[in-house]
Protein backbone atom coordinates (compact mmCIF):
# COMPACT_ATOMS: atom_id res chain seq x y z
CA UNK A 1 0.00 0.00 0.00
CA UNK A 2 1.14 3.38 -0.92
CA UNK A 3 2.24 5.50 2.39
CA UNK A 4 0.50 8.34 2.94
CA UNK A 5 2.92 11.23 1.37
CA UNK A 6 2.79 9.27 -1.80
CA UNK A 7 -0.30 8.06 -2.42
CA UNK A 8 -2.64 9.75 -5.03
CA UNK A 9 -5.84 9.40 -3.17
CA UNK A 10 -6.97 8.02 0.93
CA UNK A 11 -9.52 5.76 1.11
CA UNK A 12 -10.73 5.97 4.58
CA UNK A 13 -12.97 3.55 6.00
CA UNK A 14 -14.90 3.87 9.34
CA UNK A 15 -15.30 0.58 10.56
CA UNK A 16 -17.64 1.92 13.45
CA UNK A 17 -19.92 2.64 10.53
CA UNK A 18 -19.85 -0.56 9.58
CA UNK A 19 -20.50 -2.64 13.21
CA UNK A 20 -23.44 0.03 13.39
CA UNK A 21 -24.71 -0.56 9.92
CA UNK A 22 -24.21 -4.57 11.53
CA UNK A 23 -26.75 -3.76 14.90
CA UNK A 24 -28.93 -1.43 12.93
CA UNK A 25 -29.92 -4.51 10.73
CA UNK A 26 -29.61 -7.37 13.30
CA UNK A 27 -31.92 -5.36 15.11
CA UNK A 28 -34.36 -4.47 12.15
CA UNK A 29 -34.69 -8.49 11.78
CA UNK A 30 -34.71 -9.61 15.59
CA UNK A 31 -33.20 -12.89 13.90
CA UNK A 32 -29.32 -13.87 13.73
CA UNK A 33 -27.67 -11.27 11.20
CA UNK A 34 -25.04 -12.61 9.06
CA UNK A 35 -22.47 -10.63 6.73
CA UNK A 36 -21.35 -11.25 2.97
CA UNK A 37 -17.89 -10.53 2.54
CA UNK A 38 -17.34 -11.59 -1.13
CA UNK A 39 -14.89 -9.32 -3.34
CA UNK A 40 -12.69 -8.64 -0.62
CA UNK A 41 -15.70 -7.41 1.19
CA UNK A 42 -16.99 -5.19 -1.38
CA UNK A 43 -14.01 -3.60 -2.09
CA UNK A 44 -13.49 -2.04 2.06
CA UNK A 45 -11.14 -5.27 3.33
CA UNK A 46 -12.27 -8.05 4.19
CA UNK A 47 -9.53 -8.32 7.08
CA UNK A 48 -10.91 -5.36 9.05
CA UNK A 49 -14.21 -5.57 7.93
CA UNK A 50 -14.50 -9.35 9.33
CA UNK A 51 -12.69 -8.02 13.04
CA UNK A 52 -15.28 -5.40 13.40
CA UNK A 53 -17.94 -8.01 12.40
CA UNK A 54 -16.68 -10.71 14.84
CA UNK A 55 -16.42 -7.67 17.87
CA UNK A 56 -19.93 -7.26 16.98
CA UNK A 57 -20.67 -11.06 17.79
CA UNK A 58 -21.33 -11.98 14.17
CA UNK A 59 -20.40 -15.55 13.25
CA UNK A 60 -21.69 -16.49 9.97
CA UNK A 61 -20.23 -15.28 6.98
CA UNK A 62 -20.84 -15.96 2.98
CA UNK A 63 -18.31 -15.66 0.46
CA UNK A 64 -18.80 -16.04 -3.24
CA UNK A 65 -15.57 -17.81 -4.06
CA UNK A 66 -13.76 -20.92 -2.34
CA UNK A 67 -10.11 -18.79 -1.76
CA UNK A 68 -12.19 -15.71 -0.09
CA UNK A 69 -13.40 -19.14 1.81
CA UNK A 70 -10.36 -19.74 2.88
CA UNK A 71 -8.81 -16.43 3.48
CA UNK A 72 -11.46 -15.79 5.64
CA UNK A 73 -11.10 -18.94 7.67
CA UNK A 74 -7.90 -17.71 8.85
CA UNK A 75 -9.75 -14.36 9.93
CA UNK A 76 -12.65 -15.03 12.27
CA UNK A 77 -12.86 -17.98 15.06
CA UNK A 78 -13.02 -21.89 14.75
CA UNK A 79 -17.08 -21.66 15.46
CA UNK A 80 -17.86 -19.22 12.86
CA UNK A 81 -19.56 -20.79 9.59
CA UNK A 82 -18.33 -19.93 6.28
CA UNK A 83 -20.51 -20.40 3.55
CA UNK A 84 -19.26 -20.19 0.08
CA UNK A 85 -22.30 -19.55 -2.15
CA UNK A 86 -20.35 -20.50 -5.48
CA UNK A 87 -20.65 -24.11 -3.95
CA UNK A 88 -19.01 -27.04 -4.61
CA UNK A 89 -18.03 -26.23 -8.43
CA UNK A 90 -16.26 -29.33 -10.13
CA UNK A 91 -12.84 -30.14 -7.92
CA UNK A 92 -13.56 -27.57 -5.31
CA UNK A 93 -14.98 -30.19 -2.87
CA UNK A 94 -12.31 -31.51 -1.20
CA UNK A 95 -10.93 -27.83 -0.39
CA UNK A 96 -14.18 -26.96 1.28
CA UNK A 97 -13.69 -29.87 3.65
CA UNK A 98 -10.23 -29.32 4.58
CA UNK A 99 -10.55 -25.80 5.48
CA UNK A 100 -13.89 -26.26 7.34
CA UNK A 101 -16.43 -24.38 4.89
CA UNK A 102 -19.58 -25.03 3.90
CA UNK A 103 -21.09 -25.26 0.58
CA UNK A 104 -23.67 -23.54 -0.86
CA UNK A 105 -24.98 -26.69 -3.11
CA UNK A 106 -26.59 -24.64 -6.33
CA UNK A 107 -27.09 -27.59 -8.58
CA UNK A 108 -27.38 -31.58 -9.02
CA UNK A 109 -23.65 -31.90 -10.14
CA UNK A 110 -22.51 -30.12 -7.21
CA UNK A 111 -25.06 -31.69 -4.81
CA UNK A 112 -23.26 -35.19 -5.90
CA UNK A 113 -19.98 -33.38 -5.75
CA UNK A 114 -20.77 -33.15 -1.82
CA UNK A 115 -22.27 -36.30 -1.60
CA UNK A 116 -19.56 -38.27 -3.34
CA UNK A 117 -17.10 -36.97 -1.08
CA UNK A 118 -19.02 -37.60 1.83
CA UNK A 119 -19.33 -41.16 0.82
CA UNK A 120 -15.33 -41.42 0.29
CA UNK A 121 -14.85 -39.67 3.99
CA UNK A 122 -17.69 -41.68 5.50
CA UNK A 123 -18.71 -38.89 6.85
CA UNK A 124 -21.59 -36.59 6.73
CA UNK A 125 -21.61 -33.42 5.48
CA UNK A 126 -22.85 -30.09 6.10
CA UNK A 127 -24.32 -28.30 3.61
CA UNK A 128 -26.55 -25.08 2.25
CA UNK A 129 -28.89 -25.77 -0.35
CA UNK A 130 -29.85 -22.58 -2.53
CA UNK A 131 -33.54 -22.92 -4.59
CA UNK A 132 -33.88 -20.72 -7.00
CA UNK A 133 -37.18 -19.05 -6.64
CA UNK A 134 -37.61 -16.82 -9.73
CA UNK A 135 -34.52 -15.63 -10.47
CA UNK A 136 -32.64 -18.42 -12.87
CA UNK A 137 -29.15 -17.63 -11.56
CA UNK A 138 -27.81 -20.08 -9.23
CA UNK A 139 -29.98 -22.66 -6.97
CA UNK A 140 -32.05 -26.22 -7.58
CA UNK A 141 -34.67 -25.55 -9.52
CA UNK A 142 -38.53 -26.42 -9.73
CA UNK A 143 -37.69 -30.01 -10.96
CA UNK A 144 -35.12 -30.15 -8.51
CA UNK A 145 -37.68 -29.73 -5.60
CA UNK A 146 -39.73 -32.20 -6.95
CA UNK A 147 -36.80 -35.05 -6.98
CA UNK A 148 -36.52 -33.64 -3.19
CA UNK A 149 -39.80 -34.20 -2.41
CA UNK A 150 -40.58 -37.92 -4.05
CA UNK A 151 -36.87 -39.01 -2.92
CA UNK A 152 -35.59 -37.23 0.36
CA UNK A 153 -32.73 -40.43 0.12
CA UNK A 154 -31.22 -37.62 -2.54
CA UNK A 155 -29.28 -36.31 0.33
CA UNK A 156 -27.95 -39.14 2.46
CA UNK A 157 -24.83 -38.53 3.40
CA UNK A 158 -25.47 -34.84 4.00
CA UNK A 159 -26.85 -32.53 6.72
CA UNK A 160 -28.85 -29.43 5.17
CA UNK A 161 -28.04 -26.54 7.79
CA UNK A 162 -29.16 -24.01 6.19
CA UNK A 163 -31.75 -22.87 3.42
CA UNK A 164 -31.49 -20.33 1.46
CA UNK A 165 -32.47 -18.34 -1.67
CA UNK A 166 -32.08 -15.10 -3.14
CA UNK A 167 -34.38 -12.20 -4.04
CA UNK A 168 -33.93 -10.29 -7.88
CA UNK A 169 -36.19 -7.40 -6.88
CA UNK A 170 -35.78 -6.82 -3.24
CA UNK A 171 -34.66 -2.63 -4.16
CA UNK A 172 -38.10 -2.33 -5.27
CA UNK A 173 -40.67 -2.95 -2.13
CA UNK A 174 -43.61 -3.09 -4.31
CA UNK A 175 -42.43 -5.47 -7.13
CA UNK A 176 -44.80 -8.23 -7.23
CA UNK A 177 -41.61 -11.00 -7.64
CA UNK A 178 -40.66 -9.84 -3.90
CA UNK A 179 -43.98 -11.94 -2.63
CA UNK A 180 -43.57 -14.56 -5.69
CA UNK A 181 -40.31 -15.38 -4.36
CA UNK A 182 -41.15 -15.64 -0.94
CA UNK A 183 -44.30 -17.76 -0.89
CA UNK A 184 -42.14 -20.11 -3.56
CA UNK A 185 -39.28 -19.78 -0.90
CA UNK A 186 -41.63 -20.88 2.09
CA UNK A 187 -43.07 -24.00 0.10
CA UNK A 188 -39.58 -25.17 -0.22
CA UNK A 189 -38.52 -24.90 3.01
CA UNK A 190 -41.60 -26.50 4.16
CA UNK A 191 -39.51 -29.89 2.70
CA UNK A 192 -36.89 -28.99 5.94
CA UNK A 193 -38.45 -28.57 9.41
CA UNK A 194 -36.37 -27.50 11.69
CA UNK A 195 -33.52 -26.12 8.98
CA UNK A 196 -33.20 -22.20 9.67
CA UNK A 197 -34.01 -20.13 6.24
CA UNK A 198 -32.25 -17.74 4.85
CA UNK A 199 -34.10 -14.83 2.24
CA UNK A 200 -33.18 -12.01 2.83
CA UNK A 201 -29.89 -9.82 1.63
CA UNK A 202 -29.92 -5.77 2.44
CA UNK A 203 -32.55 -4.60 0.75
CA UNK A 204 -34.61 -7.74 1.86
CA UNK A 205 -34.34 -6.95 5.55
CA UNK A 206 -36.38 -3.78 5.15
CA UNK A 207 -39.43 -5.71 3.24
CA UNK A 208 -40.50 -6.35 6.66
CA UNK A 209 -40.92 -9.31 8.90
CA UNK A 210 -42.14 -12.21 6.51
CA UNK A 211 -38.66 -12.09 4.55
CA UNK A 212 -36.54 -12.35 7.55
CA UNK A 213 -36.86 -16.13 8.12
CA UNK A 214 -34.09 -17.16 10.44
CA UNK A 215 -31.06 -15.54 9.62
CA UNK A 216 -30.34 -12.22 7.55
CA UNK A 217 -27.64 -11.76 4.78
CA UNK A 218 -26.98 -8.87 4.05
CA UNK A 219 -23.61 -7.78 2.26
CA UNK A 220 -24.26 -3.75 0.36
CA UNK A 221 -25.96 -2.45 4.22
CA UNK A 222 -23.08 -2.88 6.29
CA UNK A 223 -21.28 -0.76 3.97
CA UNK A 224 -23.68 1.92 3.85
CA UNK A 225 -25.04 1.54 0.75
CA UNK A 226 -28.99 2.54 0.51
CA UNK A 227 -31.08 -0.70 0.87
CA UNK A 228 -34.23 1.11 -0.55
CA UNK A 229 -33.19 3.82 -3.30
CA UNK A 230 -35.53 7.14 -2.35
CA UNK A 231 -35.82 8.93 1.18
CA UNK A 232 -33.43 8.88 3.64
CA UNK A 233 -30.57 5.96 3.98
CA UNK A 234 -30.92 4.70 7.28
CA UNK A 235 -27.15 3.84 7.41
CA UNK A 236 -23.63 4.91 8.22
CA UNK A 237 -21.73 5.64 5.29
CA UNK A 238 -18.74 3.73 6.04
CA UNK A 239 -16.52 5.11 3.08
CA UNK A 240 -14.77 8.46 2.22
CA UNK A 241 -12.31 8.90 -0.68
CA UNK A 242 -10.09 12.14 -1.28
CA UNK A 243 -7.80 12.33 -4.16
CA UNK A 244 -4.67 15.03 -4.39
CA UNK A 245 -4.03 17.91 -6.91
CA UNK A 246 -0.90 17.01 -9.39
CA UNK A 247 -1.10 20.07 -10.79
CA UNK A 248 -2.88 23.37 -11.78
CA UNK A 249 -3.04 25.92 -14.91
CA UNK A 250 -5.18 28.48 -16.03
CA UNK A 251 -6.82 28.30 -19.73
CA UNK A 252 -8.52 30.52 -22.27
CA UNK A 253 -11.75 30.13 -23.73
CA UNK A 254 -11.92 27.99 -26.90
CA UNK A 255 -8.98 25.48 -24.74
CA UNK A 256 -10.01 21.84 -24.89
CA UNK A 257 -9.34 19.69 -21.53
CA UNK A 258 -9.44 15.33 -21.78
CA UNK A 259 -9.21 13.07 -24.38
CA UNK A 260 -11.50 13.66 -27.22
CA UNK A 261 -11.67 17.25 -26.94
CA UNK A 262 -14.89 16.79 -25.02
CA UNK A 263 -14.91 19.67 -22.96
CA UNK A 264 -14.19 22.88 -24.68
CA UNK A 265 -13.94 26.23 -22.03
CA UNK A 266 -16.75 28.57 -22.41
CA UNK A 267 -14.15 31.44 -21.02
CA UNK A 268 -11.63 31.34 -18.62
CA UNK A 269 -10.85 28.54 -16.37
CA UNK A 270 -9.14 27.50 -13.96
CA UNK A 271 -8.54 23.57 -14.24
CA UNK A 272 -7.10 21.18 -11.33
CA UNK A 273 -6.06 17.67 -12.18
CA UNK A 274 -6.31 15.19 -9.29
CA UNK A 275 -4.38 11.84 -9.17
CA UNK A 276 -6.94 9.29 -9.51
CA UNK A 277 -8.84 7.59 -12.69
CA UNK A 278 -10.74 5.22 -13.96
CA UNK A 279 -7.85 2.32 -13.07
CA UNK A 280 -8.79 2.98 -9.04
CA UNK A 281 -12.51 2.16 -10.20
CA UNK A 282 -13.84 6.05 -10.64
CA UNK A 283 -15.63 5.07 -13.77
CA UNK A 284 -14.73 6.56 -17.04
CA UNK A 285 -18.80 6.86 -17.11
CA UNK A 286 -18.61 9.83 -14.53
CA UNK A 287 -16.62 12.10 -17.41
CA UNK A 288 -18.39 15.36 -16.70
CA UNK A 289 -21.13 13.80 -14.70
CA UNK A 290 -19.48 13.90 -11.29
CA UNK A 291 -18.21 16.26 -8.75
CA UNK A 292 -15.31 16.87 -6.68
CA UNK A 293 -15.71 18.51 -3.21
CA UNK A 294 -13.59 21.67 -1.94
CA UNK A 295 -14.18 22.69 1.46
CA UNK A 296 -18.09 21.22 0.86
CA UNK A 297 -18.50 23.36 -2.15
CA UNK A 298 -18.98 21.13 -5.64
CA UNK A 299 -16.00 21.56 -8.11
CA UNK A 300 -17.34 19.60 -11.94
CA UNK A 301 -15.49 16.71 -13.87
CA UNK A 302 -14.54 18.41 -16.57
CA UNK A 303 -13.54 16.40 -20.04
CA UNK A 304 -12.97 12.85 -20.01
CA UNK A 305 -12.09 10.88 -17.12
CA UNK A 306 -8.01 9.28 -18.02
CA UNK A 307 -7.00 6.16 -16.01
CA UNK A 308 -4.56 7.75 -13.78
CA UNK A 309 -6.40 11.44 -13.46
CA UNK A 310 -9.36 13.48 -13.73
CA UNK A 311 -9.59 17.54 -14.78
CA UNK A 312 -11.58 19.61 -12.37
CA UNK A 313 -13.01 23.12 -13.01
CA UNK A 314 -12.23 24.90 -9.85
CA UNK A 315 -12.17 28.51 -11.02
CA UNK A 316 -13.17 30.30 -8.22
CA UNK A 317 -11.92 28.40 -5.41
CA UNK A 318 -8.94 30.35 -3.21
CA UNK A 319 -5.17 29.48 -4.64
CA UNK A 320 -4.49 28.84 -1.20
CA UNK A 321 -7.01 25.71 -1.10
CA UNK A 322 -6.17 24.30 -3.90
CA UNK A 323 -2.43 23.46 -4.57
CA UNK A 324 -0.53 20.19 -5.79
CA UNK A 325 -0.62 17.85 -3.15
CA UNK A 326 -3.16 18.81 -1.58
CA UNK A 327 -6.59 16.72 -1.37
CA UNK A 328 -10.27 16.82 -2.63
CA UNK A 329 -12.87 14.76 -1.69
CA UNK A 330 -14.86 12.69 -3.62
CA UNK A 331 -16.99 10.35 -1.05
CA UNK A 332 -17.80 12.64 1.67
CA UNK A 333 -20.66 14.15 3.28
CA UNK A 334 -21.47 16.11 0.53
CA UNK A 335 -21.54 12.78 -2.08
CA UNK A 336 -21.98 8.91 -1.08
CA UNK A 337 -21.41 6.15 -2.94
CA UNK A 338 -24.98 5.90 -4.30
CA UNK A 339 -24.42 9.57 -5.14
CA UNK A 340 -21.42 8.37 -7.54
CA UNK A 341 -23.33 5.49 -8.74
CA UNK A 342 -26.37 7.23 -10.04
CA UNK A 343 -23.90 9.41 -11.66
CA UNK A 344 -22.31 6.76 -13.61
CA UNK A 345 -25.22 4.92 -14.30
CA UNK A 346 -24.64 1.76 -12.23
CA UNK A 347 -25.04 0.75 -8.56
CA UNK A 348 -23.24 1.30 -5.40
CA UNK A 349 -22.11 -1.98 -5.64
CA UNK A 350 -19.78 -1.53 -8.31
CA UNK A 351 -18.50 1.88 -7.19
CA UNK A 352 -17.71 0.11 -4.06
CA UNK A 353 -16.02 -2.88 -5.47
CA UNK A 354 -14.44 -1.56 -7.94
CA UNK A 355 -11.78 0.59 -5.59
CA UNK A 356 -8.80 0.20 -6.67
CA UNK A 357 -5.37 -1.10 -4.95
CA UNK A 358 -3.49 2.41 -5.62
CA UNK A 359 -4.98 4.40 -2.78
CA UNK A 360 -3.46 4.67 0.94
CA UNK A 361 -6.31 3.25 3.36
CA UNK A 362 -6.61 4.24 6.84
CA UNK A 363 -9.34 2.53 9.23
CA UNK A 364 -11.14 3.90 11.48
CA UNK A 365 -11.67 1.58 15.04
CA UNK A 366 -9.77 -0.76 14.01
C1 LIG B 1 -26.81 -15.03 -2.72
C2 LIG B 1 -26.52 -13.69 -2.14
N1 LIG B 1 -26.90 -13.42 -0.88
C3 LIG B 1 -26.67 -12.23 -0.30
C4 LIG B 1 -26.03 -11.23 -1.00
C5 LIG B 1 -25.84 -9.89 -0.36
O1 LIG B 1 -26.61 -8.95 -1.04
P1 LIG B 1 -26.61 -7.42 -0.65
O2 LIG B 1 -25.24 -6.94 -0.88
O3 LIG B 1 -27.61 -6.82 -1.56
O4 LIG B 1 -26.99 -7.35 0.78
C6 LIG B 1 -25.61 -11.46 -2.32
C7 LIG B 1 -24.95 -10.39 -3.07
O5 LIG B 1 -24.93 -10.30 -4.25
C8 LIG B 1 -25.86 -12.73 -2.90
O6 LIG B 1 -25.49 -12.99 -4.15
Known sequence: MPSATRAGAYLTVDLHAVRANYRH??????????AVLKADAYGLGMAPVAAALVAEGCRT???????EGVRLRTLVPLDATIYVMHG???GAARDCLAHDLVPVLNDPGQLEEWRALARETGRVLPAALQFDTGMARMGLAGADVDRLRQDPAWLDGLRPQ???????????????????????????RALFPGVPGSLANSSGVFLGPAFH???????????GIHPQPGGVNPLAQAVSLAARVVQLRSIDAGDIVGYGARYVAPGPRRIATIAIGYADGWLRALSGRSYAYVDGVAVPFVGTVSMDSITLDVTGVPDERIAPGQSVDLLCAQQTVDDVAAQAGTIGYEVLTRLGSRFHREYIGL
Open 162 to 188: LVMSHLACADEPLHPINLHQRQSFDAV
Open 213 to 223: HDLLRPGAALY
Open 61 to 67: FFTAHLD
Open 88 to 90: AMP
Open 25 to 34: LRALGGVECG
